[in-house]
C-alpha cells in the first residue's frame, strides 16, 4: 500500500512540475510524509531528485525560448547567473581571510 501512495506522489509531483506542496495536496499526502520517505527510502529520493532536475530542465529551455525572442529581463538574468566568471555580477564578492592568534596569560 505504501508503494501505491509513493507512485500516486511521484505522479503527482511529476504533474505538478516538483512543486511539493501541490503534490503532496494532490494525492492526498502530507509533507511530512513527503520529506518522511524523501529521507528514508533513496530510490523515492532519486526519483524525486530527477523529476525535480526535470522541472529545472523544461524552465531552462523556456527560458532560452524568451532569449531568443529578444526577451532582455531574460538575457540579463542568463548573464547574472552563468556568465559571472565573465564579470557580469551586480556587487563583488569579496573573500577574506583572516590569520589571528589570540592568547591569554592567567598568571
Do not use: P
Not at 503527482?12 to 506542496?21: F, N, Y
Not at 501541490?22 to 520529506?35: F, L, M, P, T, V
Request: aromatic fraction near 12%; glycine fraction near 6%.
Amino acid at each position: 500500500m505504501r508503494q501505491t501512495k509513493k507512485q500516486k506522489l511521484l505522479k503527482a509531483l511529476e504533474e505538478s512540475h516538483g512543486v511539493v506542496t501541490n503534490a503532496c495536496r494532490k494525492a492526498g499526502i502530507s509533507r511530512g510524509h513527503y520529506y518522511r520517505w524523501w529521507n528514508e527510502d533513496e530510490k523515492f529520493r532519486e526519483e524525486c531528485d530527477a523529476i525535480q532536475e526535470a522541472a529545472i530542465d523544461f524552465v531552462e529551455s523556456e527560458l532560452f525560448k524568451n532569449i531568443k525572442e529578444g526577451n532582455i529581463t531574460g538575457q540579463i538574468f542568463y548573464l547574472k547567473t552563468k556568465g559571472k566568471h565573465r564579470g557580469y555580477i551586480e556587487r563583488q564578492e569579496v573573500q577574506q581571510e583572516t590569520t589571528s592568534s589570540i592568547s591569554f596569560d592567567f598568571n
